[in-house]
């Protein structure tokens, strides 16, 4: 049951990230784009911030770190393809 919940949340997060970027993609590439970016965050944002991610706990401190990873993602990848 809790892989269902954090599958939901993910794409939740996933589509909102893509929504602020402008990038609309499917409900599997949003949830791949929130866990991917809850991965980057919690490397990068959470030390600095002192919050865990999604991967920790769902709390709305956690999901916004998690969306901010989410978005950073969006925005590298996005610089990839452009090259």
């Not at 990230?17 to 499917?26: C, L, Q, T």
């Not at 809850?38 to 969306?67: E, H, K, Q, R």
Request: charged share 10%; proline share 2%; hydrophobic share 65%.
């Amino acid at each position: 049951m809790n892989i269902l919940i954090y599958l939901v949340v993910a794409a939740v997060i996933g589509w909102v990230a893509s929504i602020i970027m402008k990038d609309r993609k499917s409900l599997l590439i949003n949830i791949v784009v929130a866990v991917l970016g809850a991965f980057l965050a919690g490397w990068f944002i959470s030390p600095l911030l002192g919050v865990g991610t999604i991967n920790d706990a769902i709390t709305l401190p956690t999901m916004l770190v998690t969306l901010l990873g989410a978005i950073i993602l969006i925005g590298i990848v996005r610089f990839i393809r452009r090259r």
